[in-house]
């Protein structure tokens, strides 16, 4: 089949803003392992700017993972039951709820801070803790699943597989387990990766929350721009770009659709 000449002019469009989006992460990894990159390429490539990153930052690093497992866990022991409630309750008063829980995406995340402190702050330990950063995380991060996982919901009548599952004679867990979440699995795939993504690289409401013992990578990477070389700096985004990927590329090898097994029974 001959393809178009509109084919190609979208291929050549799509290929520009993919170079437009990638080449500047590409200059900015390829700083981290320069010599000098004010001189390029030829002042030489070197592995020292990594290896003083992760002397100086290995704990940030460490901390922001830790701490974007756990908004993912909470994430999906919160808002995919949340949003299982919502798509099955109907009314004024379910939808003023969902209003409710993704209303933190319409405030800035300096102000999420600063009520999560004036409400909080009081109890030290908790403030110190990096479980209070964790806290504004998930309130930041939590409409984003309960979104993707609702809009899933609601794209199929899973009431009926509910129906006809019960009466069978299975119980709600068994239902929920084995109808809801594999029908939302790419819902929830998607909210993973928003989640992770977020709470990984959020720093407005993490730079507010964080103290000198709890400081994660997006304050680090700002702290290392702002007070070392160029080089320092790139070379933090290439450590952060090889540590979180794995995490991204297994959610989405979790996330692809499983091939139906079928048997076939010997006749007798």
Not at 54 to 72: E, G, R
Not at 98 to 105: A, G, K, Q, S
Not at 151 to 167: C, I, K, N, W
Not at 205 to 231: C, F, I, N, Q
């Amino acid at each position: 089949m001959k393809r178009s000449r509109i084919f190609y002019v979208n291929l050549a469009f799509t290929l520009l803003v993919c170079a437009f989006l990638i080449v500047p992460i590409f200059l900015s990894m390829l700083a981290g392992v320069t010599v000098n990159f004010f001189q390029g390429i030829k002042s030489g490539l070197t592995l020292s700017w990594v290896i003083e990153v992760w002397s100086l930052y290995a704990d940030t690093i460490f901390l922001s993972l830790l701490i974007a497992v756990a908004c993912l866990i909470c994430n999906l022991l919160i808002g995919v039951p949340a949003a299982y409630v919502l798509a099955r309750k109907s009314g004024r008063v379910a939808r003023m709820i969902e209003e409710t829980l993704v209303l933190p995406i319409a405030i800035p995340g300096l102000a999420i801070a600063l009520a999560l402190i004036v409400t909080y702050g009081g109890i030290r330990e908790f403030r110190l803790s990096w479980l209070f950063i964790l806290v504004g995380h998930v309130l930041y991060t939590l409409p984003f699943m309960i979104r993707s996982v609702l809009a899933v919901l609601s794209s199929f009548d899973f009431r009926t597989l509910e129906e006809g599952a019960a009466s069978l004679g299975a119980g709600f867990w068994k239902r929920f387990r084995t109808i809801i979440i594999p029908n939302c699995r790419a819902g929830i795939l998607a909210g993973s990766l928003m989640v992770v993504t977020l709470s990984v690289g959020e720093f407005n409401l993490t730079w507010m929350l964080h103290t000198p013992l709890t400081k994660t990578l997006p304050v680090g990477l700002a702290d290392s721009y702002a007070s070392m070389r160029l080089e320092i700096g790139s070379a933090y985004t290439l450590v952060f770009l090889i540590m979180i990927l794995p995490l991204l590329i297994a959610l989405q090898l979790y996330g692809r659709p499983r091939a139906a097994k079928t048997t076939i029974s010997d006749p007798e």
